[in-house]
Structures are given as C-alpha cells and as structure tokens.
C-alpha cells in the first residue's frame, strides 16, 4: 500500500485526486483515507471536492450551464441525477461517447455548492462540487447582453424608448430553437426575521419558437399587476423544447436590472411621479429598519491607501481605473472599491470612491459619492436568504432605490440620507510585511534582513487569529542549470482556521503562478474572482494572486523575474499577534526577530550567520505543513527531509569583484535604498532580471508602506445652514472657506483648517438672518414696532429658509 500511495504521489496532484476519489469517493461519511494519503491533511473532510472532477467546473448562480463529468464514463442511454446541496435534483444525460452530463441549478448562493450522483435514482454514491460564481463576477461571453443596458434600465421615462435588443453566444445553447422568459427576484415578509425570504420566479415568455440566433430584440408593453409589481429581473434563454419556465434547463441568462421596461402603464405616462412614490416608500421602510451604518468598514481616506489595502477592499468592477470605465453612478469619481467583507451582524456592504486627485468622493458634497450596502453586492455566506443573497439583495434593498430615488426621479437626497459616505475618520491601514527575490524580508514593522535557508518556514504564525501562512524557498538556479548558494521564494501555503488550504507556487512556465486549494489546482478561465471556504482567490492574470480571509488579512503574491514576491497586509487587531519570520507586529522594529522559543535577537548585533539561526528556528514540520509534495522533488527534499535543510549553507555576504563583466551593469541598475539586496540577487543568481525584479518588488513595497502611512481626517464638514462651503478636502492641512448667502451675516470662522488632532480649528461658523440682526442692534424704542417687526420677519424668514433648503437639496447632488 505504502509503494501505491508513494507511487501516486510521484505523478501529478490530479491523478492523487482521482486516487483519492476511488479511496474515499465510494461511501459518505467517515472514510479512512487519512493514513494512506500521507500529508494531504484536507482529504477526508474534503473529499467531496475531490471525488468527481467535472469541466467546466464553474458557472453562473442562476444555473443553467451544462458541465461533463471527467474520468468517469456511463453506459450510453442510461439515466443520470445529480442532487445539489442535499436538496435540488436535477436531471442528468449520458451523451453518445457515454460522458456524463449534468445542468449547474439556480442557488442564491456562490462558492462550492456540493452534489452527489445517481444512476439508479436511489443510491447517490458519487460526489463532487459546483463552483457558483456571483452574476457581475462571471466572464461576459457566459451571459446574455442587453444591448444599451441604459436604454433597457430607464426604458419608459421620458424620451427612452424603441426597440429593445439583446445578444447571447448561441454555443452556450445547444438547441435550435428557443424561448426568451423573464424571470423576477424579490423579497418577501419581515425584514430580519425569519420570515424574510427570497423569491426566484418565471414571470412570463416574451418569444417562443425563435431560431437560436443569438439575437433577440423586441417593442415592450407596460404590464398590468401584479406582474408589473416585479421591478427587478433577467432574461433567460432556453430551449424551446421544455416546456415555459422550467427550472435548471440548459439556458443563458442576462445581467439582472430594473425592470423599467415591463412596469405598469402609470410609470410610462408619469415615471419621476412614479418613482418618487416607491422612493418615497423605500425612505419610510428604511427609517424602520435597523441602522447598520456604523458597523460597517470605514473607508481609506486616499486611492492610495484604498488601492494598497488589498486584503479588505477589492475594486469595485463599475468604476475601475486601470479599465478606463466612465464610473456610471458616480459621476465625478475615477475608482471604487468594495469592502470585502460583508459587516457582522446585518451583512452589509461598504463603498468608496476617490477622483482624480486621490481624495474621497463623499454623497454630503457630491451626488457621485460613493454610498454604503444594506446587502453586500457580493452577498455573504451563509448566503441563501436576504440579505445576504449574491448581488440580487443588494439590488432590492439599495440598487432599485437608488432608480426611484436618483435615476428615474430627482430626489436623491432621500437615499443618500440613508445612505451617506464613510468620511475615513476611524480608517487604521493594514501593515504590510513582505518576502522576495532571494529571500529577503522586510517584517511588518519595517526591518529588513535576508535569509537563504532552503527549506519551508513560517512567514507569519498568529494563533490567536487561526492565521498561517508559510513559505518555501529552493536554491537558486543558473541560467546553465547549476544550483547557486542562494535560495528563492518558491511557493507559498496559507489557511486561516478551518479555511480551505491556499497554495501559490512557482511554475515552469516562466512567471506563471499556479493557486491549489486543498491539494487541487484552480483554473481561473471563467471568471478571475473565486469563492472558496472562508477565504477568496483574485487572479486577473498568472502573476498576479490574492488571496483574502476574513479577518482581512491579505496576501499579495507575484511573479516577477524568476522570484516570487509574497506581501502579507495585516490589519491593525494582528498587532501583538503575529510571530515567523516577518517579525512580532508591534510598531517597534527592535524586537521582531523573535524566535520559535521566545528569544529575541538584538537586532544591532546580529550577524548574517545569527539571521540564519533565527531562520532555521521557524522551519514548519510534517504536521504542521500546509504544502502540497506531488512530484519526486518535492517528496525527496522536502517531505522526507529535514523541513529546513542544515546542510545548504548559503552565501552570507556579497563579494563584489570589479572585474566580473556583471558588475558595471550591476552597479548601474542598483542604486539607492534596496541596493545590497539588488546586488547580491543579481551576482548569486549570474541575472540582471532577478536583480531587477528585487528591485522593482522592493521600491514597490516601500511605496505600498508609505500609501499605509496613518492619515489625519477631521471628516466631512457641513456647510452653514443658509451658507456655503468651498472645499472638499478633509485631510491634515486642508482648508474649507464659509460663506453666507445673501441676507445672512456671517459669524465664526471664514476658514477652518483641519488640524492635526483630527479636529476642524475654530469654533462652528453660523449664518444669522441679518433682518434678525439689524433689529436686535436697532433701536428699543418702538417695543410695539419692534414685536410687529419680529411676527413679519419670523414669517418671511421661514419661508426664506424652506426656499433656501430647497436650493441646498438641489445643489447638494
Ligand atoms: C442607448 O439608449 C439611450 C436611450 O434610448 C439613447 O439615448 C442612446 O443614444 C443609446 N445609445 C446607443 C449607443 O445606442
Ligand atoms: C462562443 O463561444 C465559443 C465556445 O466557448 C467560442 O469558441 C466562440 O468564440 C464564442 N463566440 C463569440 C462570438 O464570442
Ligand atoms: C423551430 O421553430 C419553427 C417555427 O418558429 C418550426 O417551424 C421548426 O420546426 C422549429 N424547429 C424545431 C427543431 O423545433
Ligand atoms: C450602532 O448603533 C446602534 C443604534 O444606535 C447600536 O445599538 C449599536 O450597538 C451600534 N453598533 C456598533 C457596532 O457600534
Ligand atoms: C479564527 O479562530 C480564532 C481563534 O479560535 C477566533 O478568535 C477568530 O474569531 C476566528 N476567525 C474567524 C474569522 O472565524
Ligand atoms: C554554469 O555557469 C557557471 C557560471 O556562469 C559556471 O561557473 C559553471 O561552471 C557552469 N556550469 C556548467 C555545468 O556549465
Ligand atoms: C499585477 O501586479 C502588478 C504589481 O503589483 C500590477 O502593477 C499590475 O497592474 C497587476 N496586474 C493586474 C492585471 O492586476
Ligand atoms: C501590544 O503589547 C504592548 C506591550 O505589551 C502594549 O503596550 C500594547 O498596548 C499592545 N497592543 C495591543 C493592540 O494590544
Ligand atoms: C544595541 O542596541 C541596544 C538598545 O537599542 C543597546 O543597548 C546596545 O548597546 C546596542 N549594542 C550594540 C553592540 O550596539
Ligand atoms: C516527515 O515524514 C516523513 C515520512 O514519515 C519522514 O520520512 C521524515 O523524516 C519526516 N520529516 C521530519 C522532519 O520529521
Ligand atoms: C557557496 O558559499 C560558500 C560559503 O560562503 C563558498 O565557500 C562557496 O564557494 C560558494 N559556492 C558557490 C558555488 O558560490
Ligand atoms: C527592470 O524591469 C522593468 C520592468 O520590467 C523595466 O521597465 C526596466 O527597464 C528594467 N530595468 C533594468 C535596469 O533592466
Ligand atoms: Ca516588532
């Protein structure tokens, strides 16, 4: 048995799936595949995951995507199902080469979505699992297209009309003829109780019969209620040969959006009236609800900051600027991101938007502003019910308010009452620690050293967090192949508690990282966004990977040159926390170097040769690894040897010799802070490019540790009531001038400066009446006048102030 498992283990991880699917894919329940499976720690509590792989693997939430089971063949014209999640069966098919296939259903949930298989309808014996990937984050081509998605989504308000056009790839559908339903969301029953729950339903068929064509287009016709009452929905487009609205056919569904094109006949002849009464609705429900703005993330206060914070916030995909998008629901603004996380409590979502300078956009001063989530977008586990659905919540609770309130109608101050900007004011930045080229460090307080051990260690242990992330190195290479006295950073592994296992590792593709979850390699054709347990995958392109947990803490990892770049961004409640060798988190670079038994090394006096010591110290173990040992290599010199090797002694200091033909070149492209580690990268390795890349990875960290620097806000300032205010900027040092409008005296301050402290100088500047004034500093002698003179002016002025108000609304969006 040993020989077999060993065997298996030498060839790819795919094939030690498979293995482990036939050990343990056969019964449910306990399986005893531990022993044999060595160090794959996950394969019994996931062998789920293992056992039937399929392709594609992943797809739309909504369903509807046909995928193949691989490996596995069934005898032709048999019958297969396939139940997901426990509960939902679908139907299956045996195609002509005896493929099994099944249909991806409708869940309101993403991420894996566990199912088992049947060929008799009795006995499911065979499992696997479903990725589900949320509507906004699946690749374009795998769904349908509303043509001018503006035209669609005001269609009925005033000018906005005509015919209506929608696209698909017709390969995603493999009849000839099909129908095009809408299908509706919405919510219903008490809000946060038990009774609030979703509803995915078939509305009606809008064209039958049609020839897959990949093109629809037709004139809408308001509808009568109660169907008019559905405002949010998507198209689905299926064969034509099952019968209307069937659940998990084969189909292609479109973006969800506001159903403006379907409401009754009342919004076609007055839309702003319309719209104003639901927003007017959605404002009284909101005051019932409970409030949940002040458990959500505070925003970063710069781009800067918002861009380098990666394990918290995310771009959000509508307004991105390395994509040039145009920022549709805020105007003004260049970026957005998301928070990442879903808040505790009410799983609500955070927004933040920044312009062109890298200040916030903030809804007091701006109708591009950006706006916190009732519903996170992207929902949040366990998912299922409101209001954390995936991207249909959000769309109920602060999407389609935001139709009535801003877009069909002129009223938007409503919904940003309930839904104001985070002005940064309790924002702490993450700190980050980084391992690169031949490894160097540089702990999460700053000090840098390096460390060429050759083995697999802990770059950060934080126990009380359940967070782990651990690296290994191997010795460099020449370009003719020889083995240097130098090590690289060659993969990375992290889990935070029981999180799936997360492997980042190097490739022989040059600069091609390749993600394992549990032991499995990830594909990230579909979509470059994953939702796996308790942690999400990024990779927009093979050098690049996230990953992110939910505590926040974030890891970055590059391919750059032939090395590998790993930062690790912890947020402020790690402080205290954190050990390995990116140091104790504390703000005080002295006593990071820490070892495993407690000691702490001196930095000023320890030697290159003490560094190692302290390395070697935080060498992981077979129990402990997280790392995956699939190849030969792998299990001969690190699984089976010492976890960090004592004889591969490293070269600890840099010999520069004038007469290399490396050196002038060298010399030349290494300068300034970050140097030595420039230099000695480039001479053990005999490569520009990996000096370069140490380079580039090192200046990049130091800019990414100056964009966390703590930046004051003293936080949005309300103008004066009657009055005005020039000046958007909330920072340290910025200035906000005041003003009166006409008829008001102006007293306090003209310009307040935010101070260091976080507070605004001066006292409250005020707008007084000067009607008022002028009769208070006027004569006493007419008493009688003087009462008449008040009733008059108390009248006019309440009229002038609700005139005034109303000119504050209108200028505030
Ligand atoms: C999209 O529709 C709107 C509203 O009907 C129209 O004003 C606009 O010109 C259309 N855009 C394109 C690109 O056709
Ligand atoms: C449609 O999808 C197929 C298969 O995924 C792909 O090869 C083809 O290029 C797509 N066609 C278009 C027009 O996008
Ligand atoms: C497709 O629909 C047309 C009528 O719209 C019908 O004549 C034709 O038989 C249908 N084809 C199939 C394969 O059902
Ligand atoms: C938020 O405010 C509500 C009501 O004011 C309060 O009950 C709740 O404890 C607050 N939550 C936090 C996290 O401060
Ligand atoms: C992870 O585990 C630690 C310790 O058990 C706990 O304090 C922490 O809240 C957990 N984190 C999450 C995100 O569940
Ligand atoms: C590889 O290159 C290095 C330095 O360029 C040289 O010292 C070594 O002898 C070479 N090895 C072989 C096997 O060619
Ligand atoms: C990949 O990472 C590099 C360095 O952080 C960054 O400059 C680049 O924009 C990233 N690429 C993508 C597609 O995100
Ligand atoms: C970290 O520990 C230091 C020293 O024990 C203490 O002063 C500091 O308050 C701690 N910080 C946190 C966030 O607990
Ligand atoms: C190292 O630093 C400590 C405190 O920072 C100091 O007391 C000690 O004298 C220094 N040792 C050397 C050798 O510089
Ligand atoms: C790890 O486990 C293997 C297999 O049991 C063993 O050969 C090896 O010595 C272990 N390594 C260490 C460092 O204990
Ligand atoms: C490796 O390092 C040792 C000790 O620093 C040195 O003696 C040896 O020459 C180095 N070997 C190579 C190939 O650089
Ligand atoms: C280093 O790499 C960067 C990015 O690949 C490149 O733009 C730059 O020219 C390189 N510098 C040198 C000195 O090779
Ligand atoms: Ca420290």
């Known amino acids: 048995m040993w020989i077999e498992v060993i065997f298996t283990l030498l060839t790819t991880s795919r094939i030690y799936a498979q293995t482990c699917a036939e050990q343990c894919g056969k019964k449910l329940g306990s399986c005893s595949c531990h022993a044999t499976c060595v160090s794959l720690q996950n394969c019994c509590s996931d062998y789920r995951q293992f056992c039937l792989a399929i392709s594609p693997y992943s797809g739309a939430m909504l369903g509807?995507?046909?995928?193949?089971?691989?490996?596995?063949?069934?005898?032709?014209?048999?019958?297969?199902?396939?139940?997901?999640?426990?509960?939902i069966v679908v139907d299956g098919y045996v195609d002509e080469d005896g493929s099994g296939h099944c249909i991806s259903p409708l869940v309101l949930e993403t991420g894996w979505v566990p199912f088992e298989v049947s060929t008799d309808g009795a006995t499911y014996n065979r499992q696997g699992a479903w990725l589900s990937v949320h509507p906004g984050k699946l690749s374009a081509d795998l769904k349908a297209t509303l043509v001018n998605a503006t035209q669609w989504q005001y269609y009925g308000t005033p000018d906005v009309e005509g015919i209506l056009r929608m696209t698909w790839n017709t390969s995603l559908i493999k009849a000839g003829n099909v129908s095009v339903e809408l299908w509706g969301y919405r919510e219903t029953g008490e809000p946060y109780s038990s009774s609030w729950m979703p509803e995915f339903k078939y509305l009606y068929t809008l064209g039958r019969d049609l020839p897959n064509s990949g093109e629809f287009s037709f004139t809408p016709e308001p509808m009568k209620k109660p169907v008019s009452d559905w405002e949010l929905g998507c198209l689905r487009v299926s064969s034509s040969s099952e019968p209307d609205g069937k659940r998990d056919v084969e189909a292609v569904w479109s973006e969800d959006h506001a159903l403006a094109w379907h409401l009754e006949e009342k919004f076609r002849q007055d839309s702003a009236g319309w719209a104003l009464e639901k927003c007017l609705q959605w404002d009284k429900l909101e005051r019932a609800l409970p409030q949940f703005l002040n458990e959500t993330i505070d925003c970063p206060c710069t781009l800067a900051q918002a861009r380098a914070d990666t394990g918290r916030f995310h771009t959000d995909y509508g307004c991105d600027i390395e994509k040039g998008?145009?920022?549709?629901?805020?105007?003004?603004?260049?970026?957005?991101?998301?928070?990442?996380?879903?808040?505790?409590?009410?799983?609500?979502?955070?927004?933040?938007?920044?312009?062109s300078t890298g200040a916030q956009v903030l809804t007091g001063d701006s109708i591009g502003g950006s706006t916190p989530d009732r519903g996170h977008?992207?929902?949040?586990?366990?998912?299922?019910?409101?209001?954390?659905?995936?991207?249909?919540?959000?769309?109920?609770?602060d999407v389609l308010s935001f139709y009535y309130c801003c877009l069909w109608s002129d009223n938007c101050h409503y919904y940003f009452t309930h839904r104001p900007s985070s002005d940064c004011r309790t924002?702490?930045?993450?700190?980050?620690?980084?391992?690169?080229?031949?490894?160097?460090?540089?702990?999460?307080?700053?000090?840098?050293?390096?460390?060429?051990?050759?083995?697999?260690?802990?770059l950060v242990l934080a126990a009380e967090k359940g967070l782990t992330v651990q690296g290994r190195t191997e010795p460099v290479k020449l370009p003719n192949g020889t083995s240097t006295n130098a090590t690289r950073l060659s993969a990375v592994a992290?889990?935070?508690?029981?999180?799936?296992?997360?492997?980042?590792?190097l490739t022989d593709r040059e600069?091609?990282?390749?993600?394992?979850?549990?032991?499995?390699?990830?594909?990230?054709?579909?979509?470059?966004?994953?939702?796996?347990?308790?942690?999400?995958?990024?990779?927009?392109?093979?050098?690049?990977?996230t990953v992110m947990f939910p505590t926040g803490a974030g890891v970055e990892v590059r391919a750059r040159g032939g090395a590998m770049a790993t930062t690790v961004l912890l947020p402020q409640d790690f402080e205290n926390h954190t050990l390995g060798m990116l140091g104790r988190m504390n703000g005080d670079p002295s006593d990071d170097l820490v070892s495993s038994n407690g000691e702490v090394f001196p930095l000023n006096q320890t030697e290159a040769e003490e560094l190692f010591q302290f390395g070697a110290g935080w060498a992981i173990t077979n129990e402990t690894s997280l790392f995956t040992y699939d190849t030969t290599h792998l299990l001969n010199e690190y699984y089976f040897s010492a976890k960090h090797d004592p004889d591969f002694i490293p070269a600890f200091s840099l010999s520069e010799d004038p007469d290399d033909p490396l050196y002038a070149n060298v010399s030349r492209m290494c300068l300034g802070p970050g140097s030595w580690f420039c230099k000695y990268d480039a001479f053990t390795s005999r490569s520009l490019k990996m000096g370069n890349s140490t380079m580039v990875s090192f200046t990049s960290h130091m800019s990414a540790m100056r964009d966390l620097e703590p930046v004051v806000s003293c936080g949005w300032l309300a103008p004066p009531k009657n009055g005005r205010k020039e000046?958007?900027?909330?920072?340290?040092?910025?200035?906000?001038?005041?003003?009166?409008?006409?008829?008001?005296?102006?007293?306090?301050?003209?310009?307040?400066?935010?101070?260091?402290?976080?507070?605004w100088s001066g006292e409250a500047t005020q707008c007084i009446s000067d009607n008022v004034l002028g009769i208070v500093l006027g004569s006493v002698f007419a008493s009688l006048a003087l009462i008449a003179a008040i009733v008059v002016v108390v009248h006019t002025n309440r009229k002038r102030k609700r005139k005034a108000a109303e000119i504050q609304e209108k200028s505030d969006l």
């Open 64 to 87: 509807g995507a046909d995928f193949t089971f691989l490996d596995v063949t069934f005898d032709v014209g048999s019958k297969i199902l396939c139940r997901f999640n426990g509960d």
């Open 325 to 355: 998008s145009v920022c549709t629901y805020h105007p003004g603004s260049v970026h957005c991101v998301r928070a990442i996380q879903a808040s505790p409590k009410y799983a609500a979502g955070q927004q933040c938007c920044y312009d």
């Open 377 to 397: 977008d992207w929902g949040s586990p366990p998912f299922k019910k409101p209001p954390r659905v995936p991207g249909l919540s959000h769309w109920i609770y």
């Open 427 to 458: 924002y702490q930045a993450p700190k980050p620690g980084i391992a690169f080229g031949d490894p160097h460090f540089v702990t999460f307080d700053g000090f840098s050293y390096t460390f060429n051990g050759k083995g697999e260690y802990y």
């Open 494 to 505: 992290m889990q935070e508690n029981a999180s799936d296992v997360i492997e980042v590792r």
């Open 511 to 545: 600069d091609h990282l390749e993600v394992l979850k549990n032991q499995e390699v990830l594909t990230f054709s579909q979509q470059s966004w994953l939702d796996l347990r308790g942690v999400f995958v990024f990779s927009p392109v093979p050098q690049n990977v």
């Open 727 to 759: 000046g958007t900027r909330y920072l340290e040092g910025s200035k906000v001038n005041l003003s009166c409008n006409s008829g008001y005296l102006l007293h306090g301050p003209e310009e307040r400066t935010c101070q260091g402290d976080g507070v």
